[in-house]
């Protein structure tokens, strides 16, 4: 008690000292994560037009597939009556994309603004849950910069949507919390209120993933709703008009599209299988669970974990992430309870329904057939609070002969998940960047093949393009980790060929082929190609 009153009276006699020494560390630390956080964005949208950014895999299926059959607005038209997803910004971007070449610079700047979005919801979030930390922001970013979710998120071309979708999931999160609290205090609340309709109205047609967050978010307010009701009913009468926009009309919503036949085609995974996009409850539930678990809170090389190929210690740097980051949080919760009391006035009931909020926002992916770490985009932003409010209560413990090894405990797990979370860039950049190059080269020798064909009539043969095991066997994993053939996805290209082309048909085969007509088959042998590496 004499010496806290004796280091009080110290402040107050030398005031600008006091607060220089408490800042001045402070000022730097937030400086350092800031231009961390700033590296990291700068890389994930400059790296896409370092390595030549193409439309690969199934995100042929926008540029090449069965809905381009018209102009964009007939191709919107055609996906809302006809498909079960229903994403009209990946059909945007597509038609600025350059179906010969299968460039697709546009891709960036979309991207570029959906990142810059969340980054910013990011920010009001800390204001809100952690408004004594101002370096929770940077350190939030750099995690979610970090995470695998999100290279995948934003270096593909039908994944704006989940970018976007994330982001407006987590603005339309703040804006209930904003309505919530304002009709608490009487403040008005319909300017926040329409601002929700139009956020709502414009995720819901971006991708199916912010279905997750309408449930999880309306499903949170409902809760405050109901406990709140009791001591103050008006108020909670007038918060209960946000439920219209985030639970209501996505209801609707999907009512209307099941009504015009654009989800008639959904099936279980007892009818089908083999199918991902198909929805089950049993033991895929369970996996899907454990594995989007594992990919919130587990950051490096994650394509690496069931490759076989790879080295062992390289394929247990995601574990050890997932490690380190759960040694914080247990750390941080015996600290909690042992003291009763967080520190640096961090509330932790706030920072728990938050983070619950923004990761239950998975919930609509756990019923596919399989899920990825993909997914995680968005809901990470859950993980990342947690991660960051547990490393903050280490760092700053409230009794001092804890501080050491709680430091010790979040310095170690910090610069694990740094290191690893950075190899993991290396590691994706490079896939990515091979993933690009098949693509590229294999579009070229399809497309200068097919242009040097001499013009065929109905009655001529049709050309064979072969492609030997090479091409198509070796592992993968997604859109990282391909094999050199599944760049071009061959179930869209020879159909899309054959129309761009009709003067020279084509038909290509998956095997060797030993008798080739000069000047009409071609034999792609995907020896020439560099060997992608398993690091």
Wanted: hydrophobic fraction near 50%.
């Amino acid at each position: 008690m004499c010496i806290t009153i004796h280091r009080m009276a110290t402040a107050v006699s030398n005031p600008t000292r006091s607060l220089h020494a408490n800042n001045l560390t402070s000022s730097k630390a937030i400086i350092i994560a800031w231009m961390i956080a700033a590296i990291l964005f700068a890389w994930l949208l400059i790296f896409p037009l370092v390595g030549g950014v193409v439309v690969a895999n199934d995100d042929l299926k926008f540029l090449r597939g069965e809905l381009n059959v018209g102009s964009l607005a007939e191709n919107i038209q055609w996906s809302w009556l006809h498909t079960n997803s229903f994403r009209p910004l990946e059909n945007i971007v597509a038609a600025f994309c350059n179906p010969q070449t299968l460039a697709c610079w546009p891709v960036i700047p979309v991207q570029f603004s959906g990142l810059v979005l969340l980054s910013v919801g990011v920010g009001l979030l800390v204001r809100r849950v952690l408004p004594s930390q101002p370096i929770a922001t940077p350190l939030m970013l750099i995690w979610i910069f970090l995470s695998p979710s999100t290279m995948t998120s934003l270096w593909q071309m039908d994944t704006c949507s989940q970018t976007w979708s994330a982001a407006l999931g987590l603005w339309c999160g703040i804006l209930c919390w904003d309505v919530f609290l304002a009709a608490r205090t009487g403040a008005p609340t319909y300017k926040k209120i329409i601002a929700l309709f139009a956020l709502a109205a414009i995720g819901m047609n971006i991708k199916e993933t912010f279905f997750g967050w309408s449930a999880s978010i309306g499903g949170a307010l409902m809760l405050a709703i109901l406990f709140g009701f009791k001591s103050n009913p008006r108020a909670c009468s007038r918060a209960a008009f946000a439920l219209v926009p985030i639970a209501v009309m996505p209801i609707l919503y999907l009512v209307i599209r099941y009504a015009f036949g654009g989800l008639g085609g959904v099936q279980s995974l007892e009818e089908n299988p083999e199918a991902r996009y198909q929805i089950g409850l049993g033991e895929n539930l369970v996996t899907n669970m454990m594995t989007s678990a594992f990919g919130l809170f587990a950051n490096g090389p994650l394509h690496l974990f069931n490759n076989d190929a790879a080295m062992l210690p390289l394929r247990a740097l995601s574990v050890l992430s997932a490690l380190s980051a759960g040694a914080m949080i247990i750390a941080a919760g015996a600290l909690r309870i042992l003291h009763k009391q967080t520190p640096s006035n961090i509330s932790l009931r706030l920072v728990l329904i938050s983070a619950a909020v923004c990761m239950f926002s998975i919930v609509v992916t756990l019923p596919m057939g399989a899920v990825s770490d993909l997914y995680g985009f968005g809901p990470n932003v859950g993980s990342g609070l947690l991660v960051v409010a547990a490393t903050l209560m280490l760092w700053n413990s409230i009794d001092e002969n804890d501080r050491f090894i709680a430091r010790f405990i979040a310095g170690c797990a910090t610069l694990m998940l740094a290191t690893v979370g950075l190899y993991g860039v290396a590691s994706r950049t490079y896939q990515f960047s091979m993933t690009w190059y098949y693509t590229r080269e294999l579009n070229r020798l399809v497309m200068t093949h097919q242009a040097s064909l001499p013009p065929q009539n109905s009655t001529a043969e049709t050309a064979y393009i072969y492609f030997p095991p090479n091409c198509y066997t070796g592992h993968i994993y997604g859109q990282i980790m391909i094999r050199p053939l599944q760049s071009l996805s061959i179930q869209w290209m020879q159909s899309w060929l054959n129309k761009a082309d009709p003067k020279h048909p084509l038909r290509i085969v998956l095997q060797p082929q030993s008798m080739v007509r000069p000047g009409l088959d071609l034999v792609v042998d995907c020896a020439q190609f560099p060997v992608r590496q398993d690091w």
